[in-house]
């Protein structure tokens, strides 16, 4: 298994206040992603970083903010928690081996926002 | 916009019997398609990558076809166990983003035993 860990991987959290939580890989890729599972909507991209201190926008960034200050850890900030924002979330990482970003997932965060 | 569709939702099948599941894309400008494995409360467990230039890839009792140009690829498990039931998902990324993936709803499978 690829070395991912995620923290916490369960928090429950009120409207209104910052939540942090962290991806911290062990395999030096150059991309990290964090995405959102939720029934109906399947997976979807909050942000991804393409190394370093890079970082752009999925689908759903809104209300989400991430940072990378080094290769092993990625960081995703909800600056004020909404009851929307209840959710499992994912990290993920990859690299361009073999021409192939092949993606491997850490084991979830859940967040429940009350 | 890509939109991949895995139907049907939900599959039963007895213990032995081959699983055939299916994903469809709307864009065939992709640069890979992933299949992966959940299990109940965990992570995705990546099966195969198929790269846009191949056809198929495999992996044990696990075989992976691609087929670009009509939006499709199909993962066949042979001779299914009880140990394969969970929810399996396809993704793909599109060509000017190889890192970037766009999920589908996943098949949910149960192996009867």
């Known amino acids: 298994d690829a070395g991912i860990t995620q923290s916490p991987r369960h928090k429950v959290t009120e409207t209104g206040t910052p939540v942090t939580l962290r991806c911290h890989q062990t395999?030096?890729?150059?991309?990290m992603y964090w995405y959102r599972q939720d029934p109906g909507h399947g997976l979807r991209l909050i942000h991804y970083?393409?190394?370093?201190?890079?970082?752009d926008k999925g689908e759903v960034s809104d209300g989400y903010s991430v940072s990378r200050s080094k290769t092993e850890d990625f960081l995703l900030t909800l600056e004020s928690a909404t009851s929307s924002q209840t959710s499992v979330y994912f990290c993920?990482?990859?690299?361009?081996?073999?021409?192939?970003?092949?993606?491997?997932f850490g084991p979830g965060t859940r967040l429940t926002v009350t | 916009k890509q939109e991949v569709t895995q139907i049907p939702a939900a599959l039963s099948v007895p213990e032995g019997e081959n699983l055939v599941l299916n994903c469809s894309f709307t864009d065939s400008a992709i640069y890979n398609l992933q299949w992966f494995r959940q299990d109940p409360g965990k992570g995705l467990t990546s099966l195969l990558l198929i790269q846009s230039s191949q056809r198929e890839q495999t992996s044990g009792r696990l075989n992976a076809s691609l087929d670009k140009s009509s939006g499709r690829s199909t993962l066949y498990i042979a001779a299914s166990q009880p140990g394969d039931s969970a929810t399996y998902l396809c993704?793909?990324?599109?060509?000017?983003?190889?890192?970037?993936?766009?999920f589908g709803g996943g098949t949910r499978v149960l192996v009867k035993p």
């Open positions: 970083s393409y190394g370093v201190k890079d970082t």
């Open positions: 395999e030096n890729h150059r991309y």
């Open positions: 993704a793909v990324s599109p060509q000017a983003a190889g890192n970037k993936l766009t």
């Open positions: 993920a990482i990859s690299d361009k081996g073999a021409d192939s970003y092949e993606q491997y």
